[in-house]
């Protein structure tokens, strides 16, 4: 029994330092639990003393049944006060829940139309982008000129039907390959060089009348 006693006595302690709103009531328990044990080890050593009807006395007097009223409704107001704690977080816990479940009803179709609105504009854009393209490959396959666009590689990527009468070569046969293809071998490295340098110029047009030749 009194192997207990540590165990319980640090439950208590414990449970004060857990619940600050139930100390008043665990440190009544406390005191009560303390003249408690007093008198049981009080009786105990009475009965090794073979002074049983002593033991018995104590055990039945009204001071030890003062205390023993005091543990066990000390004990009921602190077990009352962990359940409305107990309550009071599982009502915060469901108004948490409840009101992350309103955002997300409020949330998702503000989100989804936006999602449409976006939706709508990119199709636009691409309806508006597949015209002008259509509109440029129109001008290109009219235009008598030759029309030749390379990209950062000096690959050919645009060579309209001017360009195929000119220089002899279908455009499927062309488009994808280096510009040299049309240019004499001489000529070919010192071209690369002039376009490498008006890429990297600030000037991003030049007029006709300032072109030099091209070899």
Known sequence: YRSFEPQLDAAIQRAMDLTPSGREALAHTDTAHTKLMQMENLAFALVRQDRDKEARALLASKEYEIQKQIYTEGLARFTAILKDQANAIHSWERKKVFLSIVTVIIVLP????????????????????????ARFAGILDIAS??????DETQRIIIFNKGAEQIFGYPQDEVVGQSLD??????????????????????????????????Y
């Open 181 to 214: 293809i049309l240019l004499p071998e001489k000529v070919q490295t010192l071209h690369r060089a002039h376009i490498a340098g008006f890429a990297s110029s600030a000037p991003i047009a030049r007029p006709m009348g300032e072109r030099g030749g091209i």
């Open 110 to 133: 503000v989100l989804l139309f936006a999602w449409l609105v976006v939706l709508g504009t990119l199709r636009k854009w691409q309806r508006a982008l597949l015209k002008s393209e």
């Open 145 to 150: 000129e030759a029309v030749i666009s390379i």
